[in-house]
């Protein structure tokens, strides 16, 4: 059976062609199709929210209002949100210098120089949130049961008297869904990003991708989210080329639960867990932001198994203290060691940690533009080649049992929704 999964940085660019066994589980939700006329879908949503009042009654011309925007969003589409919120404010009397823009922080995004909504900076204030600006920070409230430690949330952010949200429902590897994050750590400061993705929270079973029920992540975001006062918000969902599918508006948690509702969720396959899984990593710069779907192939494979992973990875392996971490490390149960350690606390350490945690019960081969001396170092196998590699890999295992072995492909990882599957 042929496969074709995508490997660039943009959706388009770049494919693998492999062949693969005829009875592999090709696991790939269905999406619906493509919106006829986005900018109408986002209009028709904004006026009949979900649980929620619509703009035009919802927000007085006296308001100070703060929109908020995801960088993960593809940007023809923050363009087109940007474009229908604003419209709807103007058209609700609000004036311009009461509105201020913000693009959040994204744990695997950052908002690049050309992003739509910096080029709005001429005619309405735009702020990109900084998690270590202390003078753009606000203290909202305390942790339980804790005197000094609280959660900072952006200044901007806390000052509105009308709160707008966008951004993309789709599966996250650790919070269960994207938009669960958007104030917390979205908003937040550093350390309170670095205490939301926690290891120990990382590490709770029911962490993990389009999971939300038991999912300290999803709760403790989505809670606090809604005790901050979200005036709107407005969630799209998008196919694997970006193109939306759906738009979602309305109160924050009802919206979301709406969204999720819609979204597909791909069937566990009757032969599961499996002895490989091909995994590919769409979108991934890095291998910081290409670990996600480790751990959505993790969650799938049997221990002792191998996980190939196609991440064209252009910019390299991630940040300095990612690849501190990794670097660093004399083996990946060396590494695991340092990240469960009491009082680690480092950026970037959720990547890290699903990096270690799929290399302590699988082999890892990775398939990258990154030289193959480096994909050593962050204690995965090189190939240059995953169609052989794979080919190899049966091979083998047929020598070594007699059998051939059951495999998954994972076109999409990263975005993979494994709330069905145990």
């Known amino acids: 059976m042929r496969v074709t999964l995508p490997y660039g940085l943009s959706p388009g660019r770049g494919q693998l062609d492999l062949e693969v066994a005829d009875d592999a589980s090709i696991l790939d939700p269905v999406h619906p199709p493509p919106l006829a006329e986005v900018a109408g879908a986002i209009r028709g949503a904004l006026s009949q929210p979900i649980g929620a009042s619509s703009l035009a009654s919802g927000i007085a011309a006296d308001d100070s209002v703060a929109i908020v925007f995801s960088s993960a969003v593809p940007a023809p589409l923050n363009a087109t949100l940007a474009s229908e919120i604003l419209a709807a404010l103007e058209a609700a009397g609000v004036a311009r210098d009461r509105i201020t823009l913000i693009l ?41 049961s804790e005197r000094r430690a609280g959660i900072y949330l952006n200044e901007a952010y806390q000052r509105a008297s009308a709160r707008i949200v966008t951004g993309l429902a789709e599966p996250h590897f650790a919070a269960g869904w994207r938009p669960a994050l958007t104030v917390l750590p979205g908003l937040a400061a550093g350390y309170n990003a670095l205490r939301t993705l926690s290891v120990a929270n ?71 867990p499996f002895d490989l899984v091909l995994a590919a990593a769409p979108g991934a710069a890095t291998l910081a932001a290409a670990t996600p779907a480790l751990l959505a192939a993790s969650a799938l494979l049997r221990p002792g198994g191998t996980i190939m992973l196609a991440a064209e990875c252009p910019a390299g392996v991630g940040s300095a203290a990612f690849q501190s971490m990794l670097f660093d490390a004399q083996g990946p149960e060396a590494l695991w060691e340092t990240l469960i350690a009491a009082d680690f606390a480092q950026e ?8 270690a945690s799929a290399r302590r019960t699988a082999t890892v ?12 170092r962050t204690h995965c196998i090189p190939t240059s080649d995953i169609g052989l590699a794979l080919s190899a890999f049966t091979a083998s295992f047929h020598l070594r049992t007699g059998g051939m072995p059951s495999v998954a492909v994972l076109p999409d990882a990263p975005r993979l929704n494994l709330s069905n599957v145990e």
Do not use: K
């Open 365 to 376: 081969e990775l398939g990258s533009a990154l030289e193959a001396a480096t994909v050593r």
């Open 202 to 272: 990382l590490l709770q079973p029911h962490a993990r991708s389009g999971v939300t029920t038991g999912n300290p992540i999803f709760e403790e975001a989505v809670d606090l989210a809604e005790s901050v006062g979200v005036t709107l918000a407005c969630w799209l969902t998008v196919d694997r080329q970006g193109a939306a599918t759906g738009v979602f508006a309305g109160g924050f948690r009802r919206s979301l639960s709406a969204a999720i509702d819609a979204a597909p969720h791909p069937s566990p396959a009757a032969n599961a």
């Open 104 to 144: 959040q922080r994204d744990l695997e995004h950052a908002p690049a120089e050309t992003d739509p909504v910096r080029m709005l900076d001429r005619a309405y204030r735009v702020v990109v949130h900084d998690p270590a600006d202390r003078d753009g920070l606000i203290f909202q409230e305390r942790y339980p």
């Open 348 to 355: 970037d350490q959720w990547f890290a940690l699903a990096l």
